[in-house]
């Protein structure tokens, strides 16, 4: 018996939680999230870890489900606070004019299938799309009233697009890194940056292959997500990045962005709602939480190793945030720079302070097989083509 047959099993906990707690008065559900992280405790210490990292990390990762089990039973009524939104109110609610809004059809109003629906897809909207708790700045879906048949070939040149990104940029790093067994501290700054580069391309395509996957087959059969103009990209437009907050706010899948942070802003601390220290909490909130995350997958994996280069990644970015931000304030009331000169500056900082800083956490990955330097498709187009251009 192996972790990983049990990341199923644990992912699919949260809907089934949700489901069950509805009927259990509220003051007694955190026993679902104690449970939730109980469990996965549990296997981490009664299943030893196996002889492929990548698949004991890939249970690892679902610590996150315990992350929002813990929001959903901890830090929100679901059951109160969580609608989706129709079709009609999609653009009034964009334009945040609450007052044109019929009255949500919240839980207690549904049928049994449609409470189902309800619990997988409050479950798995991570991003709450199409959900009035939706995170602000997604990048754009798809055209509004597009029919199923446009969609689903918009789709399939999508994942033809994401093949082969996800398939170069892999190999690239398979080549630069010789495997994962040379060390990136090892190897020239270029090459090392490269390496960055191609990690993340690699990892964030081989997501949005797996979620527009998920997107196809519910379009193709007609039972979820069939509301096409909801189901928007995970990645956002490069062209966004030109500030860390940026890029980790409007191009990064930002899973992250739940209520931990904004419940402990409001409800304990009681700063004021949208200020810049309501936007500290929840950014530190949110890094140290994915830290905690990504820290408890790899430790679980490879207990034996430091791995404090993931840690430190995560603790460093809302740092960052924090210095572009005064000098952003500095560069425009002081120097009086504008765009798109300071937009330009912007690109450079990002660029290099992100490929810097994530170097250790992506040769921990790769060094220690957390995350494979090699494409995850059996075929790869470009291992072929290199094969026959070094011939």
């Known amino acids: 018996m192996e972790r990983a047959n049990f990341t199923l099993l644990v992912y699919l906990l949260v809907p089934v939680n949700l489901f069950i707690a509805s009927q259990t008065p509220k003051r007694f559900r955190f026993l679902y999230a104690v449970f939730q992280l109980g469990l996965y405790f549990a296997i981490v210490l009664l299943v030893p870890p196996g002889s492929v990292p990548s698949s004991d990390y890939t249970f690892g990762t679902t610590f996150y489900s315990v992350l929002a089990a813990f929001n959903f039973f901890f830090f929100c009524d679901p059951y109160e606070e969580h609608w989706q939104i129709a079709p009609e109110e999609d653009k009034i609610d964009q334009g945040r004019d609450r007052s044109r809004q019929s009255s949500p059809v919240k839980y207690k109003d549904l049928d049994l299938r449609a409470s189902v629906l309800w619990c997988i897809s409050n479950a798995f909207a991570l991003r709450g799309i199409g959900w009035n708790w939706r995170i602000p700045h997604l990048p754009p879906g798809p ?167 993931t840690c430190w990644f995560f603790l460093l970015q809302p740092n960052l945030m924090l210095i572009e931000d005064f000098a952003l304030w500095f560069g425009k009331e002081k120097l009086g720079l504008k765009s798109p000169r300071w937009t330009c500056l912007g690109y450079v900082w990002t660029f290099v302070m992100l490929t810097v800083t994530a170097a250790g956490f992506v040769d921990d990955c790769i060094r220690h097989q957390l995350v494979p330097p090699t494409s995850a498709f059996s075929f790869s187009l470009a291992a072929l083509l290199i094969q026959k251009w070094e011939l």
């Open 143 to 309: 055209t509004r009233g597009i029919s199923r048949v446009p969609y689903l070939i918009d789709v399939g040149t999508t994942l033809l697009k994401l093949y082969l990104l996800h398939d170069f940029s892999a190999t690239l790093l398979e080549k630069v890194t010789l495997g994962g067994q040379l060390p990136l501290e090892n190897i020239r700054l270029d090459l090392r940056t490269v390496a960055v580069v191609s990690f993340a391309v690699s990892s964030i395509t081989l997501i949005e292959f797996g979620y527009q996957i998920i997107c196809f087959a519910g379009a193709a059969t007609g039972l979820f997500w069939t509301r096409f103009q909801d189901n928007h990209p995970v990645i956002g437009s490069v062209y966004e990045g030109y500030t860390i907050g940026r890029f980790w706010g409007r191009v990064w899948h930002q899973n992250m962005r739940r209520a931990p942070g904004k419940y402990l802003a409001q409800k304990v601390l009681h700063v004021k709602r949208g200020g810049l220290v309501s936007r500290y909490v929840q950014s530190y909130t949110a890094f140290f939480l994915s830290g905690v995350y990504h820290y408890i997958g790899a430790k679980s994996s490879l207990p034996h190793e430091q791995l404090n280069r």
